[in-house]
């Protein structure tokens, strides 16, 4: 078990850039979470994926935003035209899980973006 | 729309003080309440998972209870340390079918040694 891993750790970008993050889950987790999180703020729900498929999407996550989990195994998010508001942590968590209520999540340390 | 609110927003305390972190909750519509731990510029831990069935869970210094009724949350250390020194977040989860969790904004512990 290596843990959750992201990359990269930080990105720095020009605003209208389009920029690319992965995550890789524990291995056999079968849902995989993308989160956000500003400075002094708690984290916010973007996206999940239960295996392959991608099952929620936040109000945050515009059409600018899109996820991908192909084969269910790694994830990456991509931001098209980033703006300055993208910049922020992107946090990546995985589960295993067979019930919602007691499902705890892993968390990988994250992808700082800035952008400029 | 489901809201959390942790006080204090910081605290700082001598080591070996026990101290009680609170979190609110505006719908009590909750699947499950998680307590977590962030350190600077690091991803999350998970301390202690409530099921919203249940009234509190407990982990070596940590004891965490939920009143779903009164929407209120505390996580309770024990004899702290300066390890303790970290970010604590509380989220609840309010999807049937997926860990879609709301968080507070966190209160930073600091203990001094």
């Known amino acids: 078990d290596t843990g959750v891993s992201q990359d990269p750790r930080h990105k720095i970008t020009k605003r209208g850039q389009n920029v690319t993050f992965r995550c890789d889950p524990i291995s056999e987790h079968n849902r995989l979470y993308w989160y956000r999180q500003t400075l002094g703020q708690g984290p916010e729900f973007l996206t999940y994926?239960?295996?392959?498929?991608?099952?929620?999407k936040s109000r945050l996550l515009s059409d600018r935003f899109s996820a991908e989990r192909p084969k269910g195994s790694f994830s990456t998010l991509e931001i098209q035209r980033t703006e300055q508001g993208d910049s922020a942590m992107y946090l990546c968590?995985?589960?295993?899980?067979?019930?919602?209520?007691?499902?705890?999540?892993?968390f990988g340390s994250g992808t700082q973006l800035s952008v400029l | 729309k489901q809201e959390v609110t942790q006080i204090p927003a910081a605290l700082s305390v001598p080591e070996g003080e026990n101290l009680v972190l609170n979190c609110s909750f505006t719908?009590?519509?909750?699947?499950?309440l998680q307590w977590f731990r962030q350190d600077p510029g690091k991803g999350l831990t998970s301390l202690l998972l409530i099921q919203s069935s249940q009234r509190e869970q407990t982990s070596g210094r940590l004891n965490a209870s939920l009143d779903k009724s009164s929407g209120r949350s505390t996580l309770y250390i024990a004899a702290s340390q300066p390890g303790d020194s970290a970010t604590y977040l509380c989220?609840?989860?309010?999807?049937?079918?997926?860990?879609?969790?709301?968080f507070g904004a966190g209160t930073i512990l600091r203990v001094k040694s």
């Open positions: 719908d009590s519509a909750i699947y499950n």
């Open positions: 989220a609840v989860s309010i999807l049937e079918y997926g860990n879609k969790l709301v």
């Open positions: 994926f239960q295996n392959e498929a991608q099952l929620e």
């Open positions: 968590a995985s589960s295993f899980v067979v019930w919602t209520a007691n499902e705890k999540l892993f």
